[in-house]
């Protein structure tokens, strides 16, 4: 029943970044076409310096449709969607319930607070999950019908390796929710973080490594250097150090 | 035998951000009994419940349920498990309807009661398909109580239970409760600030203020050991200093001396003697004056003392005393 709960509590999140996800992936795919035909004036552009440099770059991983699946779809535009609603997601739970939304009756079930805690968190990094992988299997489905193939297994990696960067900021928020009681803060807050975590990956060398971004957009898996094993591990470190945080929190507050 | 304790609290401190909400609160709650936890509002009377159920953990005393420390929270599922309750704004979860609330209730309680679920669907009028946010507060608050009874509770908790109720509404709830009990074996505390409603159904009170328990026990005992006492003097009534126990308020005005007593009439009308009363009369005393002498006089006592330790520092504002009620109409408090 707190299952139930939790899907009624967040399906309308859920499905609502689902619905806008799978029509990005299907409008994705199906204007590759017409992207191939602005590739053909790509060459007669003379644009020099970094703008230049970026179209070169653009036009050269779009010459491939798996290069120009991974950088529209993963490694562009659609993280910061992504993003957008992993913390959506993560946001809300018992302590902005206590008022009008049943908290003290939530509380008042012969459940313990862990339970209670551990059902959204899995319930909600469920809903993540399925807003990774559904969204990118959308891509090698509809792929035949413009006369491409994506690959089954690359869709998979890409989706795994977004959800588990993903799950940082939504345990960001989760975290957060067990700090503040309105549903606002917890969600600008993790988008604050999430802001100056893509800036300080650009700036700070060392970072790079361990790039919570990088394991997200999976760029040396699609490089051909294999998956991003320091940043998918940080990002699990991350995501449950923080969950544990938001247990004892919970576990200690008063209502 | 006295019944045994299903609600016992000893020294029971909770302290949020430097306030007080309750300073060294003892309660008993016999099982079998309707236990009226009377108080002002910010009395401490929600804090006391919300510990009770391990919603908030007490910062120093103890607080046992069904002999379980409700402090812990293996203990406090198992508390919850055997305990209903009604929470003071009654709110549920308003994106389900009636039906779809009652199922989800049930799925946590392992000796849910279909028969008592669909007497109160009927006796309530509640309808099944409407959504828990289109319900009015009286209908909210009988579904609360619908699914606080249908539990198959030990006891039952209520926390204002009638609280933003019109009068018809009320009364009707309060029957329910009454018939309820009189059918199950079951324990009620319920807090209020409603005098009339304690006394309508409670067979036990405790009255709290700041954060103590300053009244407890049965009522019917309560009213039989409180009286007031009033003596009449040919002149002044002298400011007297009662050495009997159970005195309780002395307060003094021209010629009428008059004694709340907590322990009967006896002692202090055999020590007034001496002072040579021209007429004497006991008075048996309703519940409200006893919540009303008890709790309002202090709150009048402690400003009439601080507003004279301000006029004696010259201060022109009250500073917080010690020894509360002690220089009211001379007379200090015997049995606290």
């Known amino acids: ?255 | 035998m006295a019944d045994p304790l299903v609600i016992e609290t000893a020294g029971l401190r909770k302290q949020y951000d430097g306030v007080e909400a309750l300073r060294g609160l003892d309660l008993q709650v016999p099982k079998g009994s309707i236990h009226g936890f009377l108080g002002r509002n910010g009395a401490g009377k929600t804090t006391t419940i919300k510990v009770l159920l391990g919603m908030v953990r007490p910062t120093a005393g103890e607080a046992r349920v069904f002999g379980l420390p409700a402090g812990t929270e293996q203990a406090s599922v198992g508390i919850r498990r055997r305990t209903g309750f009604v929470s003071d704004d009654k709110e549920l979860y308003n994106y389900l309807t009636v039906g779809e609330m009652i199922r989800f209730t049930a799925a946590f309680f392992p000796r849910w009661r279909t028969d008592l679920e669909e007497r109160y669907l009927r006796a309530f009028e509640l309808p099944p398909d409407r959504k828990v946010k289109a319900l009015s507060r009286g209908m909210r608050t009988k579904l609360a109580l619908l699914l606080a009874l249908a539990r198959g509770a030990e006891l039952l908790i209520l926390d204002e239970p009638t609280s933003g109720l019109d009068p018809a509404m009320t009364e009707e709830v309060l029957q329910a409760l009454v018939t309820h009990v009189g059918r199950e074996e079951m324990t009620v505390f319920f807090s209020s600030h409603q005098i009339a409603e304690v006394d309508q159904i409670a067979d036990r009170v405790a009255i709290v203020d700041h954060g103590r328990v300053v009244v407890a026990g049965a009522l019917d005992e309560v009213r039989e050991r409180y009286c007031r006492i009033q003596f009449v003097f040919d002149g002044d009534a002298p400011a007297a200093a009662f050495r009997a126990p159970g005195v309780e308020r002395v307060r003094r005005k021209g010629r009428v001396l008059t004694v709340l007593s907590s322990a009967g009439s006896a002692a202090i009308v055999e020590e007034a003697r001496a002072m040579a009363p021209a007429s004497i009369d006991v008075i048996p005393v309703t519940l409200k004056e006893i919540f009303l002498e008890t709790v309002v006089a202090d709150d009048e006592a402690e400003a009439r003392t601080s507003e004279r330790v301000s006029r004696a520092n010259g201060t022109g504002h009250g500073a917080p005393v010690s020894g509360r009620a002690g220089e009211f109409e001379g007379q200090s408090p015997s049995s606290r």
């Open chain 1, 1 to 255: 029943m707190l299952w139930h709960k939790a899907w009624l509590e967040t399906r309308s999140r859920f499905l609502i970044g689902l619905a806008l996800l799978v029509c990005s992936a299907g409008a994705m795919v199906l204007t590759y076409p017409k992207v191939q035909e602005l590739l053909k004036t790509v060459p007669s552009m003379d644009l020099g310096g970094a703008l230049g440099a970026k179209v070169r770059e653009g036009a050269l991983l779009a010459s491939t449709y798996r290069g120009y699946v991974w950088s529209q779809w993963y490694g562009q535009n659609v993280l910061q969607l992504w993003t957008i609603f992993a913390v959506i997601l993560g946001s809300g739970g018992l302590l902005s319930q206590m008022s009008g939304g049943g908290g003290l009756f939530t509380l008042s079930l012969p459940v313990s607070r862990r339970e209670l805690l551990t059902v959204r968190a899995a319930a909600g990094l469920a809903e993540l999950l399925l807003l990774a992988v559904v969204p990118s299997l959308v891509i090698p489905l509809l792929s035949p019908g413009i006369g491409q193939s994506y690959g089954l297994g690359d869709s998979l990696v890409h989706a795994i390796c977004l959800f588990v960067a993903r799950a940082v900021f939504f345990c960001l928020s989760f975290l957060l929710s067990t700090v503040f009681s309105d549903i606002w803060r917890p969600l600008l807050f993790a988008l604050l973080a999430a802001g100056i975590l893509g800036l300080a990956e650009q700036f700070v060398a060392g970072l790079s490594r361990y790039s919570v971004i990088g394991a997200m957009s999976a760029e040396r898996y699609f490089r051909g250097g294999g998956l991003p094993w320091p940043g998918l591990l940080a990002s699990v470190a991350l995501s449950a150090a923080m969950l544990c945080g938001a247990a004892v929190n919970l576990a200690r507050r008063d209502f």
